[in-house]
């Protein structure tokens, strides 16, 4: 088992090797984002060392509960390895091994948790071969295994680590739905099937609560299996519930989630989709009726050209990722979100979103289009002309003003630097056969033979 397991590793590790072999003009931009990666962890070594977050602008630093989880240095790990920063992933696994525990009597979000920790945790454990990764990653899965202990096998928002205590029976999908890569992966490398079991089921419940065109709403108690807010869209609280039942079959193979996958795309093409005049979006409609609603986009739904990518279809891809870079360019960089009837900012904040430079970078990998390199130049010159600051790279208030917040989200080092440079990086830094990205962008193994 440990040989197999070896040998899968040393596959996986070929797969994301970095032999150079991109253009002199890429290698610069790539060596451009590996410096800011390098700027932003040195503000959170400095400021917020052994914490979860640097706060940039009061050169401080936030924790999300009682005690910190280290979420900076789990998220930012796999994206060291992928730059080839030898000795800041040194001395991030250092800080994590020495450091990290999940004894602790505090309430996690299981979401956030499952896609920043668990996925950091496998993925590092994948990259870097050292077996207290994985021990980590099991001991956190089993503390939140308890979130699943509803009447409807769909999950808690929120469990205790310690004593398993769980609360807020009021879910989502995306809550729901986003965990299959990441529990999946324990099982594999644990050979313990329940993690699989327990997220499969949980995503094969809420599949079971689509409406009759194949829709899912906003909100949903998993006590009763009630909706109670019906809205359907690609955006917050629903987006990555999609993400991973196209994700969940490419890494494993099951064809229940392959099914279930295509039963929604056909639904979300046919009435979400919006052919309005500034171009090719998705909106909102009833989940049940498929009455048409509101014409909101923005940074999050700007993840939806890189699954339509991966899900092969390219031309919708390219014809979205068009619209996600207009939204960008209407103050020059990204506001939170849009009416894309009438192209107005209506949420001006930018809180270091990845999605619409992970869109750019899906594109460029699957189409080679020179376009999608120029974006991703675009956009990486904008974050540094407005959010980069002396110690790291902040949250703006608003992309109007241009002023700053003071914050610095894990995934900006997890996914938003990690994504800029992969679009400039040597083309076989990733293999895609082998390779899927959970939500937070960290690489994980495929599985499916
Ligand atoms: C990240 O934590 C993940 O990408 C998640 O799927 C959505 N929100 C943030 C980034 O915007």
Redesign the pocket.
């Known amino acids: 088992m440990k040989k197999r397991l070896s040998a899968i590793l040393l596959i996986f590790l070929f797969a994301c090797n970095t032999t150079d072999t991109g253009t002199a003009g890429d290698r610069q931009y790539a060596g451009k984002v590996q410096a800011e990666f390098r700027h932003a962890w040195n503000g959170y070594k400095t400021y917020a060392w052994g914490h979860d977050d640097l706060k940039p602008l009061s050169q401080s630093f936030h924790d999300w509960y009682e005690e910190p989880l280290l979420m900076t240095p789990v998220d930012a790990f796999s994206t060291m390895k992928l730059m080839g920063l030898a000795a800041e992933a040194q001395e991030a696994k250092q800080l994590i091994l020495d450091s990290l525990s999940f004894d602790k009597d505090i309430s996690v979000q299981l979401f956030?948790i499952n896609?920043?920790q668990l996925g950091g945790l496998l993925s590092a454990y994948q990259l870097d071969g050292d077996e207290r990764f994985l021990a980590l990653a099991t001991d956190l899965g089993n503390r939140l295994l308890p979130a699943f202990d509803s009447p409807t096998g769909m999950p808690y928002r929120y469990v205790n680590l310690v004593t398993g205590a769980t609360r807020d029976s009021l879910n989502n999908p995306?809550e729901i739905g986003?965990l299959l890569l990441e529990w999946g992966t324990l099982s594999k490398h644990t050979g313990n099937p329940v993690y699989y079991e327990k997220a499969k089921n949980a995503l094969r419940v809420l599949y079971e609560k689509r409406s009759k065109i194949d829709l899912v709403g906003t909100i949903i108690n998993i006590e009763s299996g009630q909706w109670e807010r019906t809205e359907a869209h690609i955006g917050a609280r629903i987006?990555?519930y999609y993400?991973y039942l196209l994700k969940g079959w490419l890494m494993f193979g099951d064809p229940e989630l392959k099914e279930m996958w295509d039963t929604h795309i056909r639904a979300i093409n046919r009435y979400l989709a919006d052919e309005a005049e500034s171009g090719f979006w998705y909106g909102s409609a009833d989940m049940h009726s498929g009455e048409r609603g509101e014409t909101y986009f923005g940074?999050?739904e700007a993840?939806f050209p890189a699954v339509l990518a991966l899900g092969r279809d390219l031309d919708r891809a390219r014809k979205l990722q068009e619209s996600c870079y207009k939204m960008w360019m209407l103050a020059g960089i990204e506001p939170e979100g849009i009416d894309y009837s009438t192209m107005e900012i209506v949420y001006e904040g930018y809180?270091l979103?990845?999605?619409n430079i992970e869109s750019a970078y899906y594109l460029y990998h699957f189409t080679g289009d020179a376009r999608y390199l120029e974006m991703g130049k675009e956009y990486f010159d904008s974050l540094v002309r407005f959010c980069r600051n002396d110690v790291g790279y902040a949250h703006l208030q608003s992309v109007l003003t241009g002023e700053q917040r003071d914050a610095m989200?894990s995934?900006f080092l997890a996914?938003t630097m990690k994504y800029c440079y992969l679009i400039f990086a040597p083309g076989n830094t990733v293999d895609f056969g082998k390779t899927i990205f959970n939500?937070?962008?960290h690489p994980l193994k495929i599985w499916k033979e």
């Open positions: 956030e896609i920043r995306a986003t987006d990555s993400e940074a999050l993840f809180v979103r990845p999605e989200q995934f996914e939500t937070e962008a």
